[in-house]
């Protein structure tokens, strides 16, 4: 009690360096233990960003559910830097935070959450904005590194925005799950072509040697485009020892 009275007071203090300040933030909110949910909810919702700030880095400290709830509640009712900040900090809290990021990342399905369609009025409202807070929520995402992120990145590589399909792209070539790399194998034997340039493009881009097998036989592709590409990929990823392999599936092309 000591020494959230003394946290308490400093924080209340005016004039102090942001440094101090937020010291004081964390520690008043830590020193109150099982309550520490109560004072971070009220410094997440002030109007004082030095508060608000030290308030989501403590978060990081404080595990469960609970905490990755409130800190998702008060995201969706934020700006946009504040919510990059959160979602930033989202990121970090694994499996239970991924229903929150995808509503940041997608906020356009039509069976919407609450969540969802505020996100989706504030895009409308200011897209620069709101198309950063897509991709920090999708690099989060990434950073959770779960099979049921890694679906809503997959999913993401239709959106009708480039750089939205371009963060999808590079956050699963980030991802280290074992169902990264199924999902790649899956996209190089799709019979859609673009899926199978995807698909080449992270088997280069997470070092898949595994794919070789795959990337060989895209080698011999109805379309030049996936020629090209398995071609580059194959240079990338191959050894001396592979050579027979592509020759014996080049030779009936020339």
């Known amino acids: 009690k000591a020494a959230q009275a003394i946290y308490d007071r400093i924080r209340a203090t005016c004039g102090l360096p942001a440094q101090v300040k937020m010291g004081a933030v964390r520690g008043a909110i830590l020193a109150r233990g099982p309550d520490a949910k109560i004072l971070l909810t009220e410094c997440l919702w002030t109007g004082d960003y030095t508060t608000f700030a030290a308030a989501v880095q403590t978060a990081m400290e404080l595990p469960g559910p609970q905490i990755t709830s409130i800190l998702a509640a008060c995201a969706a009712h934020q700006r946009a830097d504040n919510q990059i900040l959160i979602i930033q900090a989202l990121g970090r809290r694994g499996a239970e935070a991924v229903p929150a990021l995808a509503d940041f990342a997608d906020p356009t399905p039509v069976a919407a959450t609450a969540g969802r369609r505020g996100n989706r009025a504030r895009a409308e409202s200011n897209p620069q904005s709101a198309l950063a807070v897509r991709i920090a929520a999708i690099?989060?995402?990434?950073?959770?590194?779960?099979?049921?992120?890694?679906?809503?990145?997959?999913?993401?590589?239709?959106?009708?925005?480039?750089?939205?399909?371009?963060?999808?792209?590079?956050?699963?070539?980030?991802?280290?799950?074992?169902?990264?790399?199924?999902?790649?194998?899956?996209?190089?034997?799709?019979?859609?072509?673009?899926?199978?340039?995807?698909?080449?493009?992270?088997?280069?881009?997470?070092?898949?040697?595994?794919?070789?097998?795959?990337?060989?036989?895209a080698a011999s592709d109805a379309d030049a485009g996936v020629r090209r590409a398995a071609l580059k990929r194959w240079g990338e990823l191959a050894s001396p020892s592979d050579v027979a392999d592509l020759l014996l599936v080049l030779r009936p092309v020339t």
């Open 139 to 217: 690099h989060a995402l990434a950073e959770t590194d779960q099979q049921p992120a890694l679906t809503i990145l997959v999913g993401l590589l239709d959106d009708g925005e480039e750089t939205i399909r371009r963060a999808a792209l590079d956050g699963i070539a980030a991802m280290s799950c074992k169902e990264a790399d199924a999902t790649v194998l899956a996209m190089l034997k799709s019979t859609n072509t673009s899926d199978r340039l995807m698909g080449l493009e992270l088997a280069g881009s997470r070092r898949m040697t595994g794919s070789l097998g795959a990337v060989v036989s």
